[in-house]
């Protein structure tokens, strides 16, 4: 299992224009197999950062072997590039698991 935590520093007022591209993202990746899950928050204290964390069965390299080509995520770059200021990626290895 392999879990992303993806920090997005957004253009100054570009949140409203970002959120629905983000959300369309979303619905693509979670008709993918490997997909489990994905929850996306905002800092109160910060109106231009959001924190994406998506979970996905696999590894690493299965991820990233499969889940960059996908057509949707270019489509999603390209319509994001210029709202994004900075966005920080980290794959991180899940070592407990809840579900309520």
């Known amino acids: 299992m392999l879990a992303l935590y ?13 959120l629905p591209h983000l959300d369309e993202l979303i619905q693509a990746m979670a008709t993918e197999p490997s997909f489990v899950s994905a929850v996306l928050n905002e800092d109160p204290n910060a109106e231009n950062e959001l924190v994406l964390f998506e979970v996905w069965n696999g590894s690493h390299d299965e991820w990233l072997a499969q889940q960059p080509k996908k057509p949707y995520r270019s489509v999603y770059d390209h319509a994001t590039k210029e709202l ?7 794959f991180l290895s899940p070592i407990a698991i809840r579900n309520v």
Do not use: C, N, Y
């Not at 993806?6 to 970002?18: D, T």
């Not at 994004?84 to 980290?90: L, M, P, S, T, Y």
């Open 6 to 18: 993806i920090r997005f520093k957004l253009v100054a007022s570009a949140k409203s224009q970002f």
């Open 84 to 90: 994004i200021a900075d966005k920080e990626v980290r």
